[in-house]
């Protein structure tokens, strides 16, 4: 049912008509539960438009559980664009939720889903025009526990003072257990701020900023038995990721150097491939999608991937298959005909083997030209290519060799067809905590424009399209992840200045952020700095699961070029608890 409370509310009802997009306001999605009275209430925040909130999983799967919790229900917030933001500012009309047009600061329960650090703004927007207050110190006792979750929180030190806890981790377990101590404190009688807080603390993945003193990371155990919405939302207008989705596994055993998610999921946990069969023909059907994607951080690695895509084949009719995330090593006909599209996406990250060595991609530059070719004998036509410019120890040879590599792909396609589109598209490296670059250096910005000049002129010659992103906004992402508390102070005076949607292109303006670190004193450039291997890091107070040790290991054969096995090859002695493969490799 469309949102009834903003149709009959003739001022909101005006807004809607004049925002660029209503549809992002109304509600009413296909699946979504009817609205009932409960005791508490959860508002799922997304600090991003609707069309991307729409489509990340883990608020799907977060949505699903919290609704089927006795006593919750859980409603949806997600930033508004600045055309409705304005309007609802200068209206005095409160942010409200998407089921049922409550304000947003009437519900119990606030939760953030922090996936980026250029979100951060945004939290502090939403906020802003829920009427919450910024700092968790001045909210009272009858404001709503603001939370916050998501692969940001591993570092959750420069936006603690904005947060009265953190779900670090995997939130099957964790969320439903704070949820039954938050019901049965009210339930009881004995419910007060100070004593949740001091209580939740003890959930492992929980972290209550001035009460807890480390924190342990939260991780499913078996993927099989956690619950997944086989009955989700489909939303109201065209999504970025506009289709069904089933979670192959969670974590990864390739141990790419700079890749953080492939170190905050360990250990691998995969799903069974009947059961992902089953979730999969039963999304489709209650979905109406003529499409389903296979998600995972590596896509061809799952063990039974031929096997699900046949059995979905064979139980549904016209369903095309989206396999994201397909290493160039683990790519073959046979999966390239069960997704086919006009266009492959592949990331060597390195232009060269040497540096594909240091950051550990594992595969080489034949298997590149392999993949790429059985791509091509499929009859794709578009291909892109994704990489990284300032990883540690990079050289222009480096850069040539991405040059380079466009020429190959090309000269192997022209065998077939002369016609190939090839994008290529360079990220710039950002050092994260909890990898084994997350002591190094990010590059400087002088560095960054010669490299993007070279890249520029070389791939047109090649005839391909280069995309880039820029050196500012990865600035700001790279203190953000690496800073302090101390940043806290900046984040506020940034939105103060006006900072919004800092992760898109046209709305970020660097101007104001470097006046926020002006004014509070801090050089945005000193968190670029390579840090000593001996200094305390921020986020040490966060147990992940992978220990220092192997992370400083890891560091060390980066900058001797040594490469570190597949976990399924070799255990490497991570640390990560209840692993399968570390228990295989001791028998």
Same mark, same amino acid.
């Given at each position: 049912?469309?949102?009834?409370?903003?149709?009959?509310?003739?001022?909101?009802?005006?807004?809607?008509?004049?925002?660029? &997009?209503?549809?992002?306001?109304?509600? #009413?999605?296909?699946?979504?539960?009817?609205?009932?009275?409960?005791?508490?209430?959860?508002?799922?925040?997304?600090?991003?438009?609707?069309?991307?909130?729409?489509?990340?999983?883990?608020?799907?799967?977060?949505?699903?559980?919290?609704?089927?919790?006795?006593?919750?229900?859980?409603?949806?917030?997600?930033?508004?664009? +600045?055309?409705?933001?304005?309007?609802?500012?200068?209206?005095?009309?409160?942010?409200?939720?998407?089921?049922?047009?409550?304000?947003?600061?009437?519900?119990?329960?606030?939760?953030?889903?922090?996936?980026?650090?250029?979100?951060?703004?945004?939290?502090?927007?939403?906020?802003?025009?829920?009427?919450?207050?910024?700092?968790?110190?001045?909210?009272?006792?009858?404001?709503?526990?603001?939370?916050?979750?998501?692969?940001?929180?591993?570092?959750?030190?420069?936006?603690?003072?904005?947060?009265?806890?953190?779900? *670090?981790?995997?939130?099957?377990?964790?969320?439903?257990?704070?949820?039954?101590?938050?019901?049965?404190?009210?339930? !009881?009688?004995?419910?007060?701020?100070?004593?949740?807080?001091?209580?939740?603390?003890?959930?492992?993945?929980?972290?209550?900023?001035? *009460?807890?003193?480390?924190?342990?990371?939260?991780?499913?155990?078996?993927?099989?038995?956690?619950?997944?919405?086989?009955?989700?939302?489909?939303?109201?207008?065209?999504?970025?990721?506009?289709?069904?989705?089933?979670?192959?596994?969670?974590?990864?055993?390739?141990?790419?150097?700079?890749?953080?998610?492939?170190?905050?999921?360990?250990?691998?946990?995969?799903?069974?491939?009947?059961?992902?069969?089953?979730?999969?023909?039963?999304?489709?059907?209650?979905?109406? %999608?003529?499409? *389903?994607?296979?998600?995972?951080?590596?896509?061809?690695? %799952?063990?039974?991937?031929?096997?699900? *895509?046949?059995?979905? &084949?064979?139980?549904?009719?016209?369903?095309?298959?989206?396999?994201?995330?397909?290493?160039?090593?683990?790519?073959?006909?046979?999966?390239?005909?069960?997704?086919?599209?006009?266009?492959?996406?592949?990331?060597?990250?390195?232009?060269?083997?040497?540096?594909?060595?240091?950051?550990?991609?594992?595969?080489?530059?034949?298997?590149?030209?392999?993949?790429?070719?059985?791509?091509?004998?499929?009859?794709?036509?578009?291909?892109?290519?994704?990489?990284?410019?300032?990883?540690?120890?990079?050289?222009?040879?480096?850069?040539?060799?991405?040059?380079?590599?466009?020429? !190959?792909? !090309?000269?192997?396609?022209?065998?077939?067809?002369?016609?190939?589109?090839?994008?290529?598209?360079?990220?710039?490296?950002?050092?994260?905590?909890?990898?084994?670059?997350?002591?190094?250096?990010?590059?400087?910005? #002088?560095?960054?424009?010669?490299?993007?000049?070279?890249?520029?002129?070389?791939?047109?010659?090649?005839?391909?399209?280069?995309? %880039?992103?820029?050196?500012?906004?990865?600035?700001?992402?790279?203190?953000?992840?690496?800073?302090?508390?101390?940043?806290?102070?900046?984040?506020?005076?940034?939105?103060?200045?006006?900072?919004?949607?800092?992760?898109?292109?046209?709305?970020?303006?660097?101007?104001?952020?470097?006046?926020?670190?002006?004014?509070?004193?801090?050089?945005?450039?000193?968190?670029?700095? +390579? &840090?000593?291997?001996?200094?305390?890091?921020?986020?040490?107070?966060?147990?992940?699961?992978?220990?220092?040790?192997?992370?400083?290991?890891?560091?060390?054969?980066? %900058?001797?070029?040594?490469?570190?096995?597949?976990?399924?090859?070799?255990?490497?002695?991570?640390?990560?608890?209840?692993?399968?493969?570390? &228990?295989?490799?001791?028998?």
């Amino acid at each position: 049912m469309t949102n009834k409370v903003l149709l009959e509310n003739a001022i909101l009802r005006d807004m809607l008509l004049k925002s660029e &997009k209503p549809a992002r306001y109304l509600g #009413g999605e296909f699946n979504m539960p009817e609205n009932r009275e409960t005791e508490f209430g959860f508002l799922m925040c997304f600090p991003d438009v609707y069309e991307i909130a729409m489509s990340n999983l883990g608020i799907q799967i977060l949505y699903d559980i919290i609704n089927k919790t006795d006593g919750f229900r859980c409603e949806r917030c997600f930033a508004p664009w +600045p055309d409705m933001g304005k309007a609802l500012a200068g209206a005095g009309a409160p942010l409200f939720s998407l089921e049922s047009g409550a304000p947003a600061g009437t519900f119990d329960l606030v939760g953030f889903s922090l996936q980026s650090e250029l979100s951060y703004t945004d939290v502090l927007y939403m906020l802003s025009l829920a009427g919450i207050p910024f700092a968790r110190r001045d909210r009272g006792a009858d404001a709503p526990l603001v939370i916050a979750g998501g692969p940001c929180c591993v570092n959750p030190a420069p936006i603690e003072d904005f947060f009265d806890l953190f779900v *670090i981790g995997d939130g099957e377990d964790a969320v439903p257990e704070l949820l039954a101590l938050y019901a049965g404190l009210k339930r !009881r009688g004995g419910y007060t701020k100070a004593l949740f807080l001091s209580e939740a603390a003890g959930i492992t993945g929980v972290y209550a900023p001035g *009460i807890s003193r480390t924190v342990k990371r939260a991780a499913v155990n078996s993927l099989d038995a956690a619950p997944y919405p086989v009955c989700p939302l489909v939303p109201n207008i065209e999504a970025v990721h506009n289709r069904a989705v089933v979670e192959l596994f969670r974590g990864c055993t390739r141990g790419c150097r700079f890749c953080q998610a492939g170190y905050i999921y360990r250990p691998l946990r995969a799903r069974n491939p009947d059961l992902l069969a089953g979730q999969a023909v039963e999304i489709l059907k209650n979905t109406g %999608y003529n499409e *389903i994607s296979f998600a995972s951080l590596s896509t061809g690695d %799952y063990p039974g991937l031929q096997k699900l *895509i046949d059995a979905v &084949k064979s139980r549904t009719e016209h369903v095309n298959i989206s396999l994201p995330s397909l290493r160039l090593d683990s790519f073959n006909g046979q999966f390239a005909f069960a997704s086919r599209k006009s266009s492959l996406t592949f990331a060597p990250e390195a232009g060269t083997q040497r540096l594909r060595d240091v950051i550990n991609k594992n595969f080489t530059e034949q298997e590149i030209l392999n993949g790429a070719e059985a791509a091509f004998g499929q009859g794709y036509s578009s291909i892109k290519l994704y990489f990284m410019i300032g990883l540690p120890t990079e050289t222009d040879a480096d850069i040539d060799g991405i040059i380079d590599l466009v020429r !190959r792909i !090309r000269l192997l396609y022209r065998k077939k067809n002369p016609r190939l589109s090839i994008t290529v598209s360079a990220s710039i490296f950002v050092p994260k905590p909890f990898t084994p670059f997350q002591w190094e250096a990010m590059i400087d910005g #002088g560095r960054v424009a010669q490299m993007q000049e070279r890249l520029k002129s070389g791939l047109k010659r090649e005839h391909a399209e280069y995309r %880039y992103h820029d050196y500012e906004s990865s600035l700001i992402e790279t203190a953000f992840a690496r800073g302090g508390a101390e940043l806290g102070a900046v984040l506020l005076k940034a939105f103060e200045n006006g900072c919004r949607f800092d992760g898109w292109s046209e709305q970020f303006s660097y101007a104001k952020w470097a006046e926020a670190f002006a004014e509070c004193g801090i050089v945005p450039e000193d968190y670029t700095k +390579p &840090k000593s291997l001996a200094e305390p890091l921020p986020w040490d107070f966060v147990d992940i699961g992978v220990t220092k040790k192997f992370l400083l290991a890891e560091r060390k054969r980066a %900058y001797a070029g040594e490469t570190t096995p597949d976990c399924r090859e070799r255990c490497g002695g991570c640390g990560a608890e209840r692993c399968d493969l570390a &228990k295989e490799s001791k028998v």
